[in-house]
């Protein structure tokens, strides 16, 4: 029972802080092949993954 508690309660506590700016947002479109830069902040060493359709 205790190890199903903390399975649920884990992820609270491990999330990523990644900020984007706020040109990323709801219904943003881009270009197709157009070599668009996406940034934003994240803490020191942090792995971030970006994926596109």
Known sequence: MRGLLLYLLLPLFCTAKVRLPAIFSDNLVLQQLGGNPIWG????????????S
């Open 41 to 52: 902040w994240a803490d020191p060493k942090e792995k971030v993954t970006v994926k596109t």
